[in-house]
């Protein structure tokens, strides 16, 4: 492997409220997840950063979220399937008419926090994304954690999927995320997120919380872009990368 | 002239509220303005409208404006012209992937409300409107007052512009809507409003408030949805139009 | 008993869009639960809600909700416990102004709809509520489920709760309500749900889906008033207590 | 004069953004400004802010707007008075339940922004607002500009006002604000805006921006609380203030 895809979110400002440097992060990674307007992101912010995103050539994804601004689309929202894939549908080409205009194309999918976390393994809503996905594009490739529940729905939909790692948060040895709420769920050091991602990229595998071995493929990579320190993560990532010769270059 | 389009707001519910009876509407006109989420129309209810539409073979508009949900979209908002621009190119996106999943093409926009009455005269908001068509697609045509800045602007622009009459509003000697705060602003009666758009659409012309008679060239007839009367008012537009052997098609 | 309290929820109106026939209502219920803003109803539907539920004499509850106007508040929210109990807070203020800018008060709190259904069983967030009201007003009642979470909480801050049953909807043997997804689930015809109250304000008791009798509690009726047909149910109800020589007052 | 009233915007964060640093400048001003849910500020955060402030010995006052998230309240929106009446009785009830849930009270209402602005001269909105604090308390002061329609109305209906001036706006001969269009309209220098501050406190004066002194009496001062060098500023007016023996003490 001489390259890796890094991914990490942007576009989350919401009118007067700012939120992550999303110019120094289009300078790190590949792959860019823009908010679609439903858990951040106006229609003004999102253009600019899909104009960003095009300048830098980073490949732009949509970031789509359950309609919930107040709690930033983290909270589970128990909404049915089928108004599920409209939510879907309708945020996909908000985006793409933005990036259009500003010369861009929309090259992958990849939910957003609460919905995200669902579909791994909410069966009916990451069918619901499934569909959506299907109806706009099938060309579209959905991001998503490997293992989930809308992952093999979207293979047997017959669409591409892109797995994921996350570059700062520790895996238990089954390979699922350490929760949040356990001590040592989230690197916050450059140098231990640089090797991390190096491991990922370069052995296929993760050092896990119990300190053994785990091999684990990923497609793409995931950079947090709204913590205070995570340009320096981003930079210390890109570094790594790079001593080791491994460039950074999108999966699409 | 042996057909005229009749045009009417549809897709303005929003979740559990229902508003107008666009099933019923579309069995007399021939382009419907889509709202797009902004001012009304959640992308379910967007949806089944692009679906109910296209199987009535009734051609699909982008009801844009102004993002306030609880006014409906008919209060000016002084919104900046290049956000303004964003938010339109937002809503068309959304409609067009929403359209797209029921197999059907967004063929043109018309303002709505608020923006509709605004960009008659202020310019800078009619400009951005402008914009935003071209940005998604200089081929969508944009429907307006006749004299309006926005279709002035829209012509300079290379866009083709659509003018367009309303069925149940009575005009000025210069050809100005009568302001709905006096009275004879509105006609109630079913036949007075087959009346006026009968001489709309065969002699090009409208009687006035004072009973004058005013020239009057318009693309395309607006025919109320959301209110009470509007499904026999529509019906007897349609029923008047046949018997003058006019028959309803799109202008698109 | 001699009289019995009968709910509606009311003020559900949202902007453009309206919702039951309030005015009817009133004619029939001593309770009126008054939608707060965050499902539904906006501040000027909120105020006149209040001023005509004060001119008919009914009594004004906070009908509290998740914040979700797409959804109506019907969809389970995963909202943390700290920020639910700040956003009934919030919406029980917002009530009691309007209330008293009516000459009128908030005399107690019903949750609406998905959080309803939620702290049946979901004790955070049924803490949440009792927490929120008791920090507004503990002299304030919440009106619930028998047996729930939220009324147990209830008791044990020291709060009045107040049971309700449900004028239109058929019990299990073991007293909860059938599922809305099973045939005869709600009872439509008006003189089934006027013998369903009677039996309730008479007898504390329920003929249950098998055909059994059970006994039931119930503080307070709930009357639907956004279905078609929610007028001459409540006006069937109202008749056949009046028949009784039963009358309807509020519980507060 | 021994004392003036130092003012600042606060709670102005929403949901899972953060703006202003509420902390340090409720060190340094006697009045905080609470955004009310409409322009800004969430339950959670408005909640915190009312504890904060209790906690410093900050007096609260809500501070209004229009409905508009997306324009942080910033925008003109042509809401008629009656409805806007309503929002604003809305948001001041909203603020007093969360203020009292933390054993606060609410002391004073200013609008904040777009309103802020066109109740200098729109006569029919700055009635709404007259009126909507009329009705939730008359013994709550209105702040605003000197000479603007709200505060004459204000007088008119018997309410107390209060006046501002701002620490970091130059200001014409005339006494109206420069616009921020020109250059020199905001004082950037810490030094320079203590200096201002200064003279509004112990003469009772400006230097307008062409050089002459004006004299303008100012109930309160507002020091912006959002900008970078915001808490900067606000200790060099602190400190200026306490240097010429002048203490800062709300004027509620």
Known sequence: MTSIDLNSD?????GRWTLGDDAAMFSSVSSANVACGFHAGDPTVIRQTCRSAAQAGVTIGAHVGYRDLAGFGRRFLDVNPAE??????????????????????????????????????????????????KSVDPGLPIMGLPGSEVLRL?????????TEAFADRAYNPDGTLVSRSRPGAVLHDPADVAEHVLRMATEQSVRTIDGSLLKLHADSICVHGDSPGAVAMATAVKSALAGAGISISPFA
């Open 10 to 14: 942007v576009g989350e400002s919401f």
């Open 84 to 133: 599920l894939a409209d939510d879907v549908v309708y945020q996909i080409g908000a985006l793409q008419a933005l990036a259009a205009a500003e010369g861009a194309r929309v090259r992958y999918v990849k939910p957003h926090g609460g919905l995200y976390n669902a579909i791994v393994s909410h069966t009916a809503q990451a069918g619901a994304v499934v569909d959506a996905v």
């Open 154 to 162: 979207a293979e047997q939909a017959g669409l591409r999927t892109v």
